[in-house]
């Protein structure tokens, strides 16, 4: 959405309330798609003393795959964007403050990106997933598989070693 904020440019306390969905699911993250619902963002732009502020949340629900056991699973996200906008930016160096073009506030965009920067790189369906076995893949969240446990072999032998260095 493009929001036109000639109505409140230089008038101290105006505000301009928007809310609307913005579909991301189209946008690929390590060869999935996990935005599959759209946005739902809602806030305002609002002119505080000659500055304008432009304050929104947007939150939708992910559909991601866990990185350790390979299971679907869904969770909230919500994301708040608070930051300034201007008409023209005086010092070129402040990469914070968002541009607009002409007296349009391009939302959609500003949305995205910060979104996009706040998407997380690891994904797991719960911070105690299990995973899978490295012996036979079976989903270990689901109980415990059938191999021999590696480890304890390893460790009885050990044992037994040191025994026979011992006698
Ligand atoms: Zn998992
Ligand atoms: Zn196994």
Redesign the pocket.
């Known amino acids: 959405m493009r929001l036109n904020l000639s109505p409140i440019i230089n008038v101290p306390g105006g505000r301009i309330p928007f809310a609307f969905q913005l579909d991301l699911s189209e946008l690929c993250f390590y060869g999935a798609y996990p935005i599959s619902q759209p946005l739902e963002v809602t806030g305002e732009v609002r002119n505080e003393a000659c500055a304008l502020m432009l304050r929104a949340q947007a939150e939708t629900e992910l559909h991601l795959t866990c990185d350790r056991c390979g299971q679907p699973f869904t969770r909230k996200k919500a994301l708040a964007v608070d930051t300034l906008v201007a008409v023209s930016l005086e010092d070129e160096e402040n990469s914070d403050i968002i541009l607009l073009d002409g007296n349009m506030l391009n939302l959609d965009e500003v949305v995205t990106t910060a979104f996009i920067l706040d998407m997380d790189t690891k994904n797991l369906c719960s911070e105690n997933c299990k995973g899978l076995?490295p012996?036979?893949g079976?989903n270990l969240n689901e109980g415990p598989?059938?191999?021999k446990p590696e480890v304890d072999l390893r460790l009885a032998a050990l044992t037994q070693l040191l025994k026979d260095e011992d006698s």
Do not use: F
Request: net charge neutral.
């Open positions: 076995c012996g036979c079976a598989c059938q191999c």
